[in-house]
Each structure stands twice: as structure tokens, then as C-alpha cells.
């Protein structure tokens, strides 16, 4: 919709958009993580949603919490709106389908934590990123000391979260964080770039990858390597599978349609 906080773009090709536009900052208040709630409840229901970029519409990805909207709250409401940031988090997280965040100028506290959410960071050249809650005497609460000892390691989730810096892009593709860091003038066609990538291919072969990427994480080797064969039997009766073969045997592009 013209105009919102949040807006979904959708093409041809599968991938999806998901625009946050809330000036100047894109500041996690209580508006934009109900817009962005409702968003994601959208996409989850999205059949034909093969890959998602999460962008900013200005100059920044997300700054954080809304802390004037914050200052405002008492410690019951505090403790009523943190979770909601975190099961939007959350949601970012559950979809089935690969998630690209696409990051300007700053993603700091709940942004940094949003873009965690994603599973691929691609970060303009002059972008910073960071944890900052323990320099307002908080801690990361939607994930943040979860996700990123994960992505990057324990001893790389400690130092952020403790220093409370922002780090550059070179710093945080150093530390794992970013996959890729590429020119602020080229930050959206790169993530749209490596979105299509995906996209072009089989895409129940990399919903139920991701499934077992994520499912097998916390298993041990035996049990990941069940639930790997279990969702490698989701892709045998597809004819996506057999359109791969074809397209191999006739020397072409396969044309997947998703069943």
C-alpha cells in the first residue's frame, strides 16, 4: 500500500519485497512492529513467495527502538511490547523461504536484531551494525543474544554485545555477520541480485533445505542426518524434480513451478 510503514512488493519470479518506511529512522515503535507483524503473517501464508529482501525505504535500515516512545512506558508496558518485537523477530525468522536483509546506514539494537533474523545480511559499503542495548542498560530482548552467537560465534556475540559498538561492514562481514558487503549505490540490486538467485531455483528443494538446516542444528548427527533424508523424500514425487532432469537432458533452463 502507498504510503505505509510497511509494504509488501511481489514479482513475477517469486521474490518478494518488504519495504519499512517510518521516518527518519524506521524506529521500532509500537506501530511498526504491528505493521511489520501483519506483513510477515502475510508472507507466511504466501504460496508463491520464493525469497524475500527486507529493505529501508531512507537512509537507514532501523535504528532501534522507538526510545522516546519508550521513555513514555511503564516497566508492565515494557514488559508487554518487548515480546512483540520479539515474535516479530520471530516470525522473520519461521519463514519458510529464504530471507535476504538488505542494510543502509544503521541497524542498531532491534534492527541489528531484525536483520539477525534473516538468514543472509548484505550490507552497504558504508553501513554500521550493532547491539547496542547494554550502553542504555538493557540487553538484546527479540533475540539478539540468541541469534548471533549462532551466526558468528559465542566469543563474536560477547564482544558486540558487551562493547555496545557499531561496527562497520568490513568489521561485521570479518565477524560473519555479512555474507556480502557491496557499494551503498548498489546495495538493492545486489540483494534483489542475490535474491532472483535463489529464487531461480527448485523452491520446495530450498524451503525443506532450509528446514533441515535450521531443524538439524541442535541434533545430534544422527538425528540431523534423519530429518535431512526426511525432507530429501518432500522433493521425490515433485515435478519439479523431474523438470530438472529434462531441462538437463534437453540442454536448458528448468522452468519450476513449485509442486
Known sequence: MSGAIVRLASHDDGVRVLTIDKPPVNALGRELVEALGTALAELREDGGARCLVVRSAGNHFCAGADLKERRGMSVDQVREFVPRLAAACRAMAALPFPTIAAVRGTAAGGGCELALACDLRVLADDARI????????????????????????????????????????????????????????????????????????????VRLAKQSIEGGWDLSLDEALALEWQCYEGVLDTTDREEALQAFAEKRAPRFTGK
Do not use: H, S, Y
Not at 533475540?143 to 556475540?157: E, K, M, S, W
Not at 560477547?158 to 570479518?174: D, G, M, P, Q, S
Open 130 to 205: 550493532g547491539l547496542r542495548e547494554t550502553a542504555l542498560a538493557i540487553l538484546p530482548g527479540a533475540g539478539g543474544t540468541c541469534r548471533l552467537p549462532r551466526i558468528a560465534g559465542q566469543a563474536v556475540a560477547k564482544r558486540w554485545i558487551f562493547t555496545a559498538e557499531l561496527f562497520t561492514a568490513e568489521e561485521a562481514a570479518r565477524d560473519r555477520v555479512a555474507e556480502r558487503v557491496v557499494p551503498a549505490a548498489r546495495l538493492d540490486d545486489e540483494a534483489l541480485a542475490m535474491a532472483r538467485t535463489i529464487a531461480a531455483n527448485g523452491p520446495v528443494a
